[in-house]
């Protein structure tokens, strides 16, 4: 079965083809600028050199209909024609309280969907168009939604309620719903076979370090508390994000500086993080070489960072009564072992011991970097969203062919 993987912007679009067979991936790619007369298709098939191109892409539907000729090109294609395809599945940011799994698309899903704009006004409307320019195109394929918050349904009560009033809650869905929930399943599941264990009998912390970042708290196998919130701007200092703050912070800062809604949601979202303290960059890469030139303003993002991810760690431990299991992925997570080593040196007293040698090891791949005495099992795990996505449209539709 070949299926289809959509990632789909406001103003871009990101695809995988996945042969499932084997959970090949035999092209990838994205357009970028839709919506402009110089959009840029980029398409690489696998082991073979990336092609772009520059083209007018004005909206999604056009986009899909490039992405499908050129998975079908004489050429550089990888597919005979475009009825290979057996199914499209794609990354929905926001499932609210509506969807704890993922679903087959159908017209009560997409009002759903709909229903939940509200919520994620910046990557709900965007997916919809994804759906929508695939349905236009390959009208008799079936779709799959996968949901970045689906994961975490299964925290309870107690986790995922503010403590303000609760007709907010009633009136108008505000609590936690978490989010990189593709993310922490396929680590946590991963972890557990790599380490030979049942997840269920696991206490797991799962950190996806990347651009954005969030910690789970993953007990018996299912997420009990997440560090993003209702929106993805709470919890962990992020590149740009700032992650937790004092929440009269806003009135105050937009009284004083005169702010608008829409600014200090931009100052928190887009100029905080490790950018604002550091005043270089929000990429990890860039702070860890001025820290090792000396500049006093990254060491002090990178300190920030590390303590805040640390408490994280630390209280995810007491909510759980213990902690088997410590995962890294993303972005960070995977590469720095600077960071890895400033956490873990600092959570000696859940009994937990770093291999340094292991982890400053450049190595790809699931590893172990804590010692064989070690009670805390540290893990390294790439993580892969898309292959989640892919996994989940697979087994939908396979077991609807069964039916
Ligand atoms: P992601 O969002 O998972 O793609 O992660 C992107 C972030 O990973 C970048 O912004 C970098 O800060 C970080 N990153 C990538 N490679 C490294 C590395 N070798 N060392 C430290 N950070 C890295």
Same mark, same amino acid.
């Given at each position: 079965m070949n299926i289809l993987v959509i990632n789909a912007g406001s103003s871009s679009l990101k695809f995988l083809m996945y042969n499932m067979v084997n959970e090949e991936v035999l092209a990838s790619g994205r357009v970028e600028r839709i919506g402009m007369d110089s959009a840029i298709l980029s398409y690489e098939p696998a082991g073979r050199t990336e092609i772009r191109e520059v083209a007018e892409i004005l909206e999604h539907t056009t986009a899909i209909r490039k992405v499908?000729?050129?998975?079908?090109?004489?050429?550089? #294609?990888?597919?005979? %024609? @475009? !009825?290979? =395809?057996?199914?499209?599945?794609?990354?929905?940011?926001?499932? #609210?309280?509506?969807? %704890? @799994? !993922?679903? =087959?698309?159908?017209?009560?899903?997409?009002?759903?969907?709909?229903?939940?704009?509200?919520?994620?006004?910046?990557h709900n409307p965007a997916h919809m168009l994804?759906?929508?320019a695939v349905e236009l195109n390959m009208p008799d394929v079936p779709q799959v939604v996968?949901?970045?918050t689906a994961?975490?349904?299964?925290?309870?009560?107690?986790?995922?309620?503010?403590?303000?009033?609760?007709?907010?809650?009633?009136?108008?869905?505000?609590?936690?719903?978490?989010?990189?929930?593709?993310?922490?399943?396929y680590v946590s599941e991963r972890a557990a076979r790599f380490l030979g264990k049942p997840l269920v009998e696991l206490k797991m912390v799962t950190c996806h370090i990347g651009n954005g970042a969030s910690c789970a708290a993953i007990l018996n196998g299912q997420s009990v508390d997440t560090s993003m919130g209702m929106t993805p701007l709470e919890g962990l200092m992020m590149g740009t994000r700032s992650?937790?703050?004092d929440p009269a912070i806003v009135p105050y800062v937009?009284?004083?500086?005169?702010?608008?809604?829409?600014?200090v949601n931009s100052m928190l979202n887009k100029h905080s993080g490790l950018m604002a303290i550091s005043g270089l960059s929000s990429d990890m890469r860039e702070i860890q070489q001025s820290m090792a030139a000396g500049d006093g303003s990254a060491v002090l993002a990178f300190d920030m960072y590390e303590y805040r991810l640390r408490k994280y760690i630390g209280s995810y431990a007491a909510a759980m009564n213990g902690?088997?299991?410590l995962v890294f992925t993303a972005g960070v997570g995977e590469n720095s072992s600077i960071l890895r080593e400033s956490v873990c040196r600092n959570l000696t007293f859940l009994g937990l011991e770093l291999d340094e040698e292991a982890n400053s090891q450049r190595a790809h791949g699931d590893r172990v970097i804590s010692t064989v005495g070690s009670r805390v099992t540290v893990l390294v795990i790439p993580t892969n969203e898309e292959?989640?996505?892919?996994?989940?449209?697979y087994r939908l539709i396979l077991a609807r062919q069964k039916a």
């Amino acid at each position: 079965m070949n299926i289809l993987v959509i990632n789909a912007g406001s103003s871009s679009l990101k695809f995988l083809m996945y042969n499932m067979v084997n959970e090949e991936v035999l092209a990838s790619g994205r357009v970028e600028r839709i919506g402009m007369d110089s959009a840029i298709l980029s398409y690489e098939p696998a082991g073979r050199t990336e092609i772009r191109e520059v083209a007018e892409i004005l909206e999604h539907t056009t986009a899909i209909r490039k992405v499908l000729d050129i998975l079908v090109h004489k050429e550089h #294609g990888v597919l005979a %024609s @475009s !009825s290979d =395809i057996d199914a499209v599945g794609h990354r929905v940011v926001h499932g #609210g309280e509506s969807f %704890s @799994s !993922s679903v =087959i698309v159908n017209e009560e899903v997409k009002r759903e969907i709909k229903r939940l704009f509200d919520l994620a006004p910046l990557h709900n409307p965007a997916h919809m168009l994804g759906i929508n320019a695939v349905e236009l195109n390959m009208p008799d394929v079936p779709q799959v939604v996968v949901f970045d918050t689906a994961f975490h349904q299964t925290m309870p009560a107690k986790s995922y309620l503010y403590p303000i009033p609760l007709v907010l809650y009633r009136k108008h869905q505000v609590r936690r719903y978490g989010f990189h929930g593709t993310s922490h399943d396929y680590v946590s599941e991963r972890a557990a076979r790599f380490l030979g264990k049942p997840l269920v009998e696991l206490k797991m912390v799962t950190c996806h370090i990347g651009n954005g970042a969030s910690c789970a708290a993953i007990l018996n196998g299912q997420s009990v508390d997440t560090s993003m919130g209702m929106t993805p701007l709470e919890g962990l200092m992020m590149g740009t994000r700032s992650g937790d703050i004092d929440p009269a912070i806003v009135p105050y800062v937009m009284g004083k500086e005169e702010l608008t809604m829409n600014e200090v949601n931009s100052m928190l979202n887009k100029h905080s993080g490790l950018m604002a303290i550091s005043g270089l960059s929000s990429d990890m890469r860039e702070i860890q070489q001025s820290m090792a030139a000396g500049d006093g303003s990254a060491v002090l993002a990178f300190d920030m960072y590390e303590y805040r991810l640390r408490k994280y760690i630390g209280s995810y431990a007491a909510a759980m009564n213990g902690l088997d299991v410590l995962v890294f992925t993303a972005g960070v997570g995977e590469n720095s072992s600077i960071l890895r080593e400033s956490v873990c040196r600092n959570l000696t007293f859940l009994g937990l011991e770093l291999d340094e040698e292991a982890n400053s090891q450049r190595a790809h791949g699931d590893r172990v970097i804590s010692t064989v005495g070690s009670r805390v099992t540290v893990l390294v795990i790439p993580t892969n969203e898309e292959l989640v996505i892919a996994r989940d449209t697979y087994r939908l539709i396979l077991a609807r062919q069964k039916a």
